[in-house]
């Protein structure tokens, strides 16, 4: 028997969507593609936050960019400066 799978509630989905709805109205600058690809990590697989997924391809789509752009732009921001300076920085947040 195959068992369906339920979709699952994030434990970060309600500050998550806030950023989401930043990146949604704002441009691509080095802090917004980084926290683009933080999210689009954080949620790639996620059995759930089906809104946030669907919003986070909108806002790679409006910027025009794919996941490998992406993330070949951020490697580079994060090679050369600290983005999360006084955010927490220390801390990681990948999941």
Known sequence: MAETQKDQ???LW???RQIV???L???PTDYNLSELARLR???RGFPGARDIQADLDKVLKKWQLTDETLNA???Q???EAQVYKGR????DDWS
Do not use: C, M, V, W
């Not at 927490?88 to 801390?91: E, F, L, N, P, T």
């Open 9 to 11: 509630q994030h434990p």
């Open 14 to 16: 309600s500050s998550d």
């Open 21 to 23: 709805n930043t990146l």
């Open 25 to 27: 109205a704002e441009t």
């Open 41 to 43: 990590t954080r949620y």
């Open 73 to 75: 732009k951020t490697r």
């Open 77 to 79: 921001i994060h090679a």
């Open 88 to 91: 927490g920085s220390k801390r």
